[in-house]
């Protein structure tokens, strides 16, 4: 289609780690549970409010930058 790479790889690469934030099963977020001392579900709960407020930045920046390809 003759599109720029960058965007897409961009958004293919922060889905996979808003992904990884937001999962409770996720090796990251257990670990880091792990060596804070914390509770696992308390520490997934604290982590939700930070990734849905940069996935909702992110949607709305590459929703931008696709209109305006």
Known sequence: ???PLAP???ASLSGGI???HCSPISDTTIISSMAA???HIDHV???LPY???AGAAATVA???T???L
């Open 1 to 3: 289609l003759g599109l």
């Open 8 to 10: 897409f790889v961009a």
């Open 18 to 20: 808003f992904g990884d």
């Open 37 to 39: 001392a914390t509770d």
């Open 45 to 47: 709960r604290t982590q």
């Open 51 to 53: 990734a849905l407020t």
């Open 62 to 64: 590459f929703a931008v």
């Open 66 to 68: 696709g209109a305006t």
